[in-house]
């Protein structure tokens, strides 16, 4: 009998581990098929993108126009565009695809904590730390949209489980720095590993620390090499991105004010914020942003499947983590430390201009991994000290499959029939305004968005330039920029006109449930082109005819 319990525990340990991932493709998949809006998030910017490196020749054609300096994009990454561009087609279907690629990436990050913790702390965190990530909702959510947060996991988890292996040697830091580079070539948010790469070498690695920073520096350098070329080039930060100016700004509709739109940015700065706003304003600013985050976090962390603890498991995770933390300090705990708290710092700062639960998912499998060290610590100490120290280990994996089967269970009960081919929703008048744009627009630029409805551009063969409606108070301003961009059409739609409440109802008139008009008087120089056939109508094309030469532009 003693002899078989063994085999035993070691069946039980398998069957957890596919256990595990079953639940991760059951609420993952169920999540894929709800994200139905091409244009949610980042969504439609990151199949542009793509659509252009499959156009552009792909990995070679995106390093040759960062050496050259032609590549544009300041804000989303390339990393995850270039891994999914080789089915990049003017089709919805590519959204489709896209996303099945991004829960490849979540499967990938779920099954590497599962082997990187079961190498540092062993079988039973590693169990518990995926049967926790493997049933978050946010985690599964966010890993199967379109979306590069996925694949940001997964670089974070080998960089950190680089960075911690109890030696260090040049292939070891090297591959830290690479491991940092992809992170970074994901998303800007990867240079935050940097300082907790120095931190966490400093503290303890002192004897190797400026021969382990210079390979690590290397090896990012490395992997980062064609973005950090442009940066450099173009706007002579290696580490440059249009957030480094967006954080100072009040709020997002900022960033279409034409203000920051001709500076590109460049006007805001630490100085220039700190300069024009009171201490008053800053620390009204940084409540904002906690109230914000602690709101957000705990919506992250309470969303298990399976939890019918209520309040009781939000204080007992934070307090597996922080013991974690600390049985854990050298090996795991410091590194995770420095990301949670530094994840928390910053988007607290960066809340008043959005807040989103997609910012925090690097640092979602630390905290479990750290929460689930820390309780098996505490499962440990508390059968030592009942003199049953042997029975720990049963009783942990016994405990933990018991929440994996009701995590199953939860997952079952949620799922409903796939149809992953046809999970998409066209907004109303897609087809018919996708239709127009291919045969009768012929410029290079057009004024649409910012708006979530109508993301037609990438499923163009040579998608526009397109341009924002700015943020400005006087319809004076827009026509200008029509004028001064050579701009003719526009496409308006429901979201447009709402964050656009300022100048668009000088120009327009557009009532609840009807099709938008223009205002004769007011707007003699703009004519429909085209109104969404659906009733209610969600969104019309516009033409915009500047003053003919020898006519005044305040001549109405």
Not at 4 to 22: D, E, N, Q
Not at 271 to 286: K, L, P, Q, S, V
Not at 300 to 323: H, K, N, Q, Y
Request: proline share 6%; charged share 15%.
């Amino acid at each position: 009998m003693n002899r078989s319990l063994p085999l035993i525990f070691r069946a039980l340990r398998l069957s957890l581990y596919a256990l595990i991932v079953l639940i991760y493709l059951l609420m993952a998949g169920e999540a894929l098929q709800n994200h139905v809006g091409l244009a949610e998030t980042d969504t439609t910017s990151y199949l542009d993108i793509a659509h252009g490196f499959r156009l552009g020749a792909g990995l070679p054609g995106f390093v040759r126009d960062c050496l050259n300096g032609t590549y544009t994009e300041t804000n989303q990454h390339p990393a995850y565009p270039l891994a999914i561009h080789f089915g990049a087609e003017p089709d919805p279907a590519f959204f489709v695809r896209a996303k099945v690629i991004s829960l490849l990436f979540g499967l990938g990050s779920l099954i590497s904590l599962l082997w990187i913790v079961r190498r540092v702390a062993g079988d039973p965190v590693a169990l518990l730390a995926g049967a926790l990530l493997a049933m978050n909702a946010t985690y599964a959510d966010l890993t199967s949209m379109v979306a590069c947060e996925a694949m940001l996991v997964l670089a974070f988890l080998w960089t950190v489980y680089f960075l911690t292996r109890t030696t260090r040697s040049r292939t070891i830091d090297l591959a830290t720095g690479v491991a940092m580079g992809v992170a970074y070539m994901t998303k800007g948010t990867g240079i935050f590993l940097f300082p907790v790469i120095i931190v966490y070498l400093a503290f303890l690695h002192r004897r190797h620390f400026v021969r382990s920073i210079a390979f690590v520096v290397l090896g990012f350098v490395v992997a980062a090499s064609p973005l950090l070329v442009r940066n450099t080039i173009v706007h002579r930060n290696p580490i440059y991105n249009v957030n480094t100016h967006v954080m100072w700004l009040d709020d997002w509709e900022s960033v279409f004010s034409p203000a920051f739109m001709n500076s590109r940015g460049r006007a805001y700065s630490p100085a220039r914020y700190f300069r024009e706003h009171t201490g008053d304003e800053i620390r009204a600013r940084i409540a904002t942003g906690l109230d914000r985050q602690t709101r957000l976090l705990r919506r992250m962390f309470s969303e298990p499947v399976l939890w019918r603890a209520g309040r009781a498991w939000l204080p007992l995770l934070a307090l597996g983590f922080l013991t974690g933390v600390i049985v854990s300090w050298r090996r795991w705990g410091l590194p995770a430390l420095l990301l949670v708290g530094g994840f928390f710092v910053f988007f607290t700062w960066y809340s008043v201009i959005t807040t989103h639960a997609r910012f925090h998912l690097p640092v979602l499998p630390f905290v479990f991994a750290t929460a689930a060290w820390g309780f098996w610590w505490a499962t440990r100490k508390a059968c030592a000290l009942a003199g049953q120290k042997q029975v720990a280990r049963p009783v942990f994996l016994v405990a933990t499959a018991l929440v994996a089967l009701l995590g199953i269970r939860a997952a079952y009960e949620q799922k409903e029939n796939w149809d992953w081919k046809h999970s998409y929703q066209l907004p109303s008048g897609y087809a018919e305004l996708r239709t127009w744009m291919r045969e009768s627009f012929a410029g290079e630029q057009i004024l649409a968005g910012p708006s979530h409805s109508y993301p037609m551009f990438y499923t163009m063969p040579v998608p526009p330039n397109n341009i924002m409606f700015p943020e400005v108070a006087a319809a004076r301003e827009l026509e200008d920029l029509m004028i001064n961009r050579n701009i003719t059409y526009a496409v308006l739609d429901r979201e447009v006109w709402e964050r656009r409440e300022e100048s668009l109802p000088q120009l327009f008139d557009w009532p609840a449930g009807d099709a938008l008009t223009v205002r004769e008087e007011a707007a003699s120089r703009w004519r429909v082109e085209m109104i969404d056939p659906h009733d209610p109508p969600s969104y019309a094309v516009l033409s915009f005819h500047p003053p003919g030469e020898g006519e005044a532009h305040d001549e109405r």
